[in-house]
């Protein structure tokens, strides 16, 4: 598939189910698959809600990331740490 089939993909999916989500073509175990990648968990049970399985002849899957939000350091609750 063209690079310029996948962005007219990508761009398509945007419109239809919504620019929140990151979308990438990669070639799955079954062929071009949709990837959706949602911010959350809930975000992601949503996108399942309204992407159908197959679209556009390319398999569709919808993941999250699960790592821990990032949250600033703070030199008090670090403790005696020295990184010299």
Do not use: H, Q
Not at 40 to 45: G, I, P
Not at 73 to 81: A, I, M, Q
């Amino acid at each position: 598939m063209s690079i310029l089939k996948e962005d007219v993909l990508k761009l398509k999916a945007a419109v239809e189910f919504g620019s929140e989500y990151i979308y990438t073509i990669k070639n799955g175990g079954l062929g071009l698959t949709l990837v959706v990648e949602a911010e959350t968990r809930e975000d992601a049970r949503s996108a399942r809600k309204k992407i159908p399985g197959n679209w556009e002849g390319l398999y569709v899957i919808v993941i999250y990331s699960t790592s821990i939000e990032e949250v600033e350091w703070d030199p008090e609750l670090s403790g005696n740490v020295d990184v010299s």
